[in-house]
């Protein structure tokens, strides 16, 4: 399963009512999916062949490969 090479990055709610926003790959971009996580919550995912890009609202820590981010809100 190609998804088990794939690098999880991790998002951690900094407060209630975030959403984390999955964005589908190919000619359309569109939300596929939105996942609503409440303060201290953590979620867990990777980019697969539905999911090329990821949009999060509200405050919350980045965790990836590539460094930590976060939302200002
Ligand atoms: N079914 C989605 C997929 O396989 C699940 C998913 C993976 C997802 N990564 C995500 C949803 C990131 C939201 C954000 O692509």
Redesign the pocket.
Known sequence: MK?MDNDFFVIKAKENGVN????T?GTETRF????KLDKGEV?I???????SA?KVRGKAVIYTRHGVVDTEA
């Open positions: 998804e984390v926003i999955g964005l790959r596929h999916h939105s996942e979620m995912a990777q980019f697969t062949d539905h999911t990821v």
